[in-house]
């Protein structure tokens, strides 16, 4: 292959780039810690994460008692469905 170092050590052409692989990592230790991380359900911790499960929970109640409560659900909301409140 012919030399194609360009000024100040740059390449002329893109296929001649050095990509790096896996291999080219140095050996880790690493460790696994499992944790509850986030505040949502299952440890999920970005804000379309915890609204997506705020819905499955509504959905829950309403198959549960057939009435729809608004988000976020709390006992109160739920028994005022109900006509228990």
């Not at 002329?12 to 080219?24: A, C, G, S, Y």
């Not at 705020?54 to 057939?66: D, E, F, Y």
Request: hydrophobic share 45%; charged share 20%; proline share 6%.
């Amino acid at each position: 292959m012919a030399d194609v170092a360009g000024v100040n050590g740059q390449t002329k052409e893109f296929r001649t780039v050095w990509k790096p692989t896996i291999l080219d990592i140095a050996p880790t230790q690493m460790d696994l810690l499992e944790i509850r991380a986030g505040n949502a359900a299952y440890g999920a911790n970005g804000i379309s994460h915890s609204l997506a499960n705020t819905h499955l929970v509504i959905c829950a109640i309403h198959n549960a008692i057939g009435k729809w409560v608004d988000p976020p659900a709390t006992p109160d909301k739920v028994l005022k469905a109900l006509g228990k409140a």
